[in-house]
C-alpha cells in the first residue's frame, strides 16, 4: 500500500477596516522617509476593483473580513446614515464583518443597517445590557477551496465606553466574560487567540 500526498488548497485571507464610507479616491495623509506626504488612496470603487482582481486570481478561495468602521465618516455616509453604503457593501462580496464607530447612528439603526447586508455582522463580545442576551452571531463558518473557516469577531471592546450615551445604555461590549457556544469549547485557549 502506498501513502497517499495529502492535497494542497490554496486561501486568501483579506481584511478590510477603516474605510470610513469613503466611496472613491481621496487624499490621505502617509509618512515616508521622515516627512509628511498626500496621496490618492482608499474608496470602495478602487477596492472593489482590487478585489475582483485577487478573486480572478483565488476564484473559491478568497475570504473577504471587514473589521468596522464602515458605516460612518463621509458627508454621504452621514446624511443617510449608512443607507448608501448598502448596495456597494453587498457587492463586495464581504464574507463577515464587526462593528467600532459603526454604532455612531446608535444601535437600533445598526441592527437595521445589518439586517440588509447580505454577509452577516458578528461580534462575539456584543451583548443587550439589560438582558446580557447577544446582539450578534458570535461566529461564522465558512467552506472554500475544501478548507472550512471559522471566524469569530470581536467588536471593538471600547466603543460602550467612548460613543455617545445612546450606545452605552443600550449594547455592553466586554471584553471577559463572552457567553457564546464555544466559549465551553475554547475558553482554555482563548487567551492564547487574543
Not at 447577544?134 to 460602550?160: H, Q
Amino acid at each position: 500500500m502506498t501513502q497517499s500526498t495529502p492535497k494542497r488548497s490554496q486561501l486568501l485571507l483579506l481584511q478590510i477596516n477603516d474605510v470610513h464610507a469613503y466611496l472613491d479616491l481621496h487624499p490621505e495623509w502617509f509618512w515616508e522617509n521622515g516627512q509628511t506626504v498626500y496621496r490618492p488612496a482608499g474608496g470602495y470603487a478602487r477596492l472593489a476593483t482590487l478585489l475582483a482582481e485577487r478573486r480572478k486570481q483565488y476564484p473559491d478561495a478568497t475570504v473577504l473580513l471587514d473589521g468596522g468602521d464602515t458605516f460612518h465618516g463621509t458627508l454621504p455616509a452621514i446624511e443617510t446614515k449608512g443607507d448608501v453604503l448598502i448596495p456597494i457593501l453587498n457587492q463586495l462580496q464581504v464574507d463577515a464583518m464587526t462593528a467600532h464607530w459603526d454604532f455612531a447612528y446608535g444601535p437600533p439603526r445598526l441592527l437595521e443597517l445589518a439586517a440588509r447586508l447580505n454577509y452577516p455582522v458578528l461580534g462575539i463580545n456584543v451583548y443587550q445590557k439589560e438582558t446580557d442576551i447577544p446582539v450578534f452571531p458570535a461566529y461564522r463558518i465558512l467552506e472554500r477551496s475544501g478548507i472550512k473557516i471559522g471566524i469569530v469577531d470581536i467588536a471593538c471592546n471600547i466603543v460602550d465606553k467612548m460613543m455617545p450615551h445612546r450606545s452605552a445604555r443600550v449594547f455592553t461590549l466586554p471584553w471577559g466574560g463572552m457567553n457564546c457556544p464555544i466559549r465551553s469549547t475554547y475558553c482554555a485557549r482563548w487567551n492564547r487567540w487574543i
